[in-house]
């Protein structure tokens, strides 16, 4: 769990006033407070952004960071992770070629339904 998953459960624990001898799970204290997970939160922003990125013109330089892949020698070892990769594996796991992903980006509508769509079924909402 990230840093910021914790301080954003402890300070609504803070809010909430509860204190250690009352303890409830980090999945209860969104509930109780009517909010969203901080994950979800995270993750429909970060795809929003992918969406931002892929409408940009071709010669926009956010736009060619994603495609870029630099032309040096590797190192040994697990290879970093890159905002690249990170946007490869998040297409792959919605099961959506990028052609498809980008099309969808294209008309706004479509994409907020997709990112809608991919946090309700990650985050148990349907």
């Not at 840093?3 to 999945?27: K, M, T």
């Not at 190192?75 to 990028?98: A, D, F, L």
Request: glycine share 4%; hydrophobic share 35%; proline share 3%.
């Amino acid at each position: 769990m990230s840093r910021s998953f914790s301080f954003h459960s402890a300070s609504l624990r803070r809010i909430l006033r509860i204190f250690w001898p009352r303890q409830i799970s980090i999945e209860q204290v969104p509930e109780e407070t009517n909010q969203e997970s901080m994950q979800t939160i995270i993750s429909r922003r970060w795809w929003k952004w992918i969406g931002h990125v892929l409408r940009k013109e071709d010669t926009s330089i956010t736009r060619t960071a994603v495609r870029w892949t630099p032309e040096m020698k590797t190192k040994r070892g697990r290879p970093k992770t890159t905002w690249r990769r990170t946007v490869e594996i998040e297409m792959k796991e919605t099961g959506q070629s990028s052609g498809t992903i980008e099309r969808l980006a294209r008309d706004r509508l479509a994409w907020r339904n997709f990112v809608a769509a991919i946090n309700a079924t990650r985050h148990g909402r349907k």
